[in-house]
């Protein structure tokens, strides 16, 4: 799906049924292009005239991106994008694929029938949500299914844990239309179901590698988009350091 | 001079008023250092007197320090200096083994001549306060010389190990007391300080972060066997076999 397409007739001005919350992804996609700047802030005036809306929604619209961090509100009432750089989505990329994979090794061996029961409907729950783009519940019950696979890590990782998911969200959400559209999210769905399985034949080695596959291959889509052509190559180490091969890496 | 190099690590946020910034670093000095011991009340009333700064800014500063895990709030809004435990040393190490070990692998190629001249320096260093026996100044190479083995990593990765290396330092304190201990530390680590230093300088980094990750997890049994000498930290042990296999022993 191309830029342009979403530019126009697509999405409409704002108004009716639904205004805000396509309005919101008309402004995501609007700050994943640049359109709304990261170094220059604007008023609420400026805004709704470059991007041809209506103010009205457009305040809702900017108040919900500024919950998502997406958007940041200056002191004088400008608003700008916050910054999305590839630099960051890599560190934060390698942070959690180090420490997600850590925890999983932990948690792993400590996983009951029970809890792959519990991880199985979360599965089941993710896919469907994925299927009709129900994208906020099915981010929850992504993120349940996550956190029950790295339960075992002490307080401390967990926070950190929680604090880069919440970080990366930022990124996820910010290129959520441009990302589904790709069938990305189906492979994700494939991802998620290679992991459950060696979860439930108690391979904590290979449900790591896996899980710092899955993350990577995420990363990588954003960061194709933010900057196409540029390799993440410390990815690429966080993933050797995993004893990830390559070449599943690369597919 | 800690808080100084402390500091560095941290990246500002934008806009935040200097003077909170200032109250932040004092108050993450004196829980380093032990002034404010674990688990010490931090009231507002008494910390305001002894820093001699209004609540305002210190309530933030406070705030800012919960969120790297120096202090804890409880369920009354109330803050605590965080209190050490086996459990978290064992937690901390864990999360260092690993992300240190990436963050290397990292910065090794990237070192040059230059560089590898500085660590040297960084040594000469430990090795000349080791002799005078000064354990405060000693934490001022010591430090800059891990950091340069993980500064290519990236800001965001410095900054986490940044805080954690702030933790372990706090456990550190509470081990190493006596001048007797001090010294075997320093002897156990002028090897491991070697072995880091000439992987480096051979462009090695799978052996560099084998042995910076052998050094974090032998310095965190010591801890976690002062603390509770009956409660095995196998965590830590597990953490360092994948990292430090290649090595050899």
């Not at chain 2, 999360?95 to 040594?123: C, F, K, S, W, Y």
């Not at chain 2, 230093?197 to 310095?219: K, L």
Request: charged share 25%; aromatic share 4%; glycine share 8%.
């Amino acid at each position: 799906m191309n830029l342009e397409h979403h530019n126009g007739d697509v999405v409409g001005d704002g108004r009716g049924r639904g205004g805000v919350s396509s309005l919101r992804d008309r402004l995501r996609q609007a700050i994943v292009t640049g359109e709304i700047p990261a170094s220059a802030a604007r008023t609420q005036a400026q805004l709704a005239e470059a991007l041809g809306v209506s103010r009205t929604p457009l305040r809702e619209a900017l108040r919900m991106l500024e919950l998502e961090h997406l958007i940041v509100r200056e002191p004088n009432g400008r608003f700008r994008a916050a910054g999305l750089s590839v630099d960051e989505i890599e560190q934060l990329g390698v942070m959690r694929i180090t420490l997600e994979a850590a925890a999983i090794r932990l948690t792993v061996p400590e996983l009951t029938d029970g809890d792959h029961t519990v991880l199985e409907g979360l599965y089941a729950t993710s896919l469907r949500l994925s299927k009709i783009g129900e994208w906020s519940e099915f981010e929850t019950a992504h993120r349940r299914f996550h956190m029950l696979l790295t339960r075992e890590a002490g307080a401390m990782h967990a926070e950190q844990l929680g604090r880069l998911w919440e970080q990366e969200a930022r990124y996820r959400r910010a290129f959520e239309q441009l990302v589904n559209a790709d069938g990305r999210d189906e492979l994700s769905q494939q991802e998620h179901r290679l992991i459950l399985d060696a979860v439930e034949a108690r391979d904590a080695d290979r449900s790591a590698c896996l899980a710092a596959a899955h993350g990577a291959r995420a990363v990588r889509a954003i960061g194709a988009r933010l900057a196409p052509g540029t390799e993440l190559h410390r990815l690429a180490v966080a993933l050797d350091a995993e004893g990830v091969e390559r070449s599943r890496d690369r597919e | 001079m800690l808080a100084r190099c402390a500091k560095r690590w941290i990246p500002e946020p934008d806009g935040m008023p200097a003077t909170v910034a200032l109250i932040r670093d004092q108050l993450r000095d004196a829980i380093l250092s032990g002034e404010l011991a674990p688990g010490e009340p931090a009231t507002q009333v008494d910390l305001a007197d002894r820093l001699g700064v209004s609540r305002t800014p210190l309530r933030e500063a406070l705030r800012m320090l919960e969120l790297e895990g120096l202090v804890v709030r409880e369920s009354n809004g109330r803050f605590r200096i965080s209190p050490l435990s086996i459990e978290q040393i064992e937690d901390l190490t864990v999360m260092r083994i690993n992300l240190e070990a990436v963050a290397v692998r990292l910065t090794v190629p990237q070192l040059g001549n230059a560089d590898h001249a500085e660590l040297e320096g960084r040594l000469a260093q430990i090795e000349r306060y080791a002799k005078l026996e000064d354990w405060g100044g000693i934490e001022v190479p010591h430090r800059e010389f891990h950091r340069a083995l993980i500064a290519g990593a990236g800001d965001q990765i410095t900054a986490l190990l940044g805080q954690l290396w702030n933790h372990a330092t706090r456990y550190r304190k509470v081990r190493f007391q006596q001048v007797a201990d001090n010294q075997i530390r320093w002897d156990t680590a002028r090897v491991e300080h070697r072995a880091i230093a000439d992987a480096v300088e051979a462009y090695d980094a799978v052996a560099a972060a084998g042995w910076a990750v052998t050094q974090i997890a032998r310095s965190a049994v010591g801890v976690a066997a002062h603390i509770d000498p009956d409660h095995p930290v196998p965590r830590v042990h597990a953490a360092l076999q994948r990292h430090a296999a290649a090595l050899p022993v």
